[in-house]
Structures are given as structure tokens and as C-alpha cells.
């Protein structure tokens, strides 16, 4: 029998990333890892000791999630083999977990909440308005959040209702998020050798994913940068940016944008970029799964 792949993603069991990576591939096919953090996911792949890393990307509430920008900016140059090979798109509703007590849930019968930045940063309307003044403290995952209350009988964790079932805690509220579309977008990634040849002529919808830094003493260097993608047709879908750490107030922006690295406009566009830029990596096409 074949050995079965690997895929990673941020543990514990039962987390966001988990049921994303369970959407991705076929737990009859692929062995599933969790990891302790994102920077683990990235090292799994570019060591090899994974086929497939499953990372949170964004979220429709609450924005880029800026531990994984971070290390897509790999000021190291530690993670130079790895690609971004597809994306995935799962509906996030949040739940307040903890064990029994007496209800109306308040700051009397409440000492701390545990989550992943990201959840609280979707469900704030409803600790402001609930459970104000309670200490907040953050872990690498929600699912990770779930399994410290499960110890800590004062504690409430925000985590999702599979966590509920696997630690064995109660849903204290349901469906805690801010906005009832909540969405949160996951990248896979793989490194060059084993993703798959995934171009297809321009047949169907594709993204690619690009990372650059530009000379910011340079007046106009970023809008000359980006009037490359529509003086070739090619549509931003979105831009982020986080410090250089190099020279303070500088920045490396990722875009991404409709097309695929194989097209001859693509191919056009980022030679023509490269002359506006300091340095820039394509970290992937893959295909565009975004639901419309």
C-alpha cells in the first residue's frame, strides 16, 4: 500500500484550519498533522516532511491574518521552495465554550476568554457587549483555546462547535461573530517539485500571488508599480503590506491579482514590474475558488 501524504495545518484537532484542510482532501487519502503555529506549517513544507500546508490567509471581518503575511515575506530566506498551490474558503461561526454555570453569562461568572487574535477580532460587538472588562488572552488556536478550558473551570474560550464536541464543553452562546457571512480564506501550500502542473491554457478563473519591496525614496515607485497590472489588463483582487525590518517605515506589499504566472500578459506585466521594483517573488497561480 502507498504511503498515504501529508498535509499540515494549525492544531489542535477540531480548529478552523482543520476542517479547511478536511475540505482540501480526502482523509482517505491524506494523513493529517497538526502543528503548534503557522511558522511550523512553513517549515513542514519547505523541510519536506509535509506535502501540503494548510495556512489562514484573511478573513471577511477582520482582514489579513498578519502572522502568515509575515512569514510570506520570509525576510530569511528560510522558506525559498515553498508555493502557494490553492486556496479554500470556509464559513467561520463562533461559539463561546466553557464548562456549566449559572446563567445569565457576565463578568461575575466569567474570568478569562481564550481565542486565537483573529476571533476576537470577529466578535467584538458581542464581548463588548456581554462580557466587557474580561481579560483576553491569546493562543495559537481556537482549538488550542478549547482544550486550556477544559482545565480551567472560570475560563470561556471562543472556538467552534465541532471543539465543543471533541473537549467535551458546553456552548455558553452560539454563533458569536459579528457578521453572519464570516468567511476566512485558507491557502495550501506545497513546494515547486510536488504541486501539480495546475495551468490550463487560460480556460478557467486563477490568481496569482505576488510579494515585492520598492524603492520608497522614489517618488511614485509603488502607483508605477501597480499601473503595470492595468496597463496589462490584469485585475488586483487585493494588497496588503507589512514593515520591511530592514529600514524603518519601509514596506514589502503583496498583491494578488486575476491570471495565472503561465500567461504571456502575466508574464508580461511582472518583467515590466520588475524594473519598478527593489526585488519580487511570484509565490503562485492557483485556482480562484472565491464563491460570486
Sequence with gaps: MAQKQIVAYLGP????????????????????HPQVTIADIFSAVQTRSTTYGVVPFENSTNGSVVFTLDLFCDRDGLFSD????????????????????PAPLSPANVTKIYSHPQAFGQCEKFLTKHLKGVERVDVSSTSKAAEIVKREPGAVAIASRIASEVHGLDILAPNIEDSPDNTTRFLVLSTGEAQESNYDGGERRDKTLIGFTIDHARPGAL?????????????????????????????????EFSGHKEEDGVKKAVKEMADYCLGYRVWGSFRDRQKR
Design 13 to 32: 484537532r477540531s480548529s478552523y484550519s482543520h476542517q479547511a484542510a478536511l475540505d482540501c482532501f480526502d482523509p482517505e487519502a491524506f494523513e493529517f
Design 82 to 101: 515553498v508555493q502557494v498551490v490553492s486556496e479554500a474558503y470556509l464559513d467561520v461561526h463562533h461559539c463561546l465554550l466553557g464548562l456549566p454555570r
Design 223 to 255: 502607483c508605477d508599480s501597480l499601473r503595470v497590472f492595468k496597463d496589462h489588463g490584469l485585475n488586483l483582487t487585493s494588497i496588503a503590506s507589512r514593515p520591511s525590518r530592514v529600514t524603518p517605515w519601509n514596506y514589502i506589499f503583496f498583491v
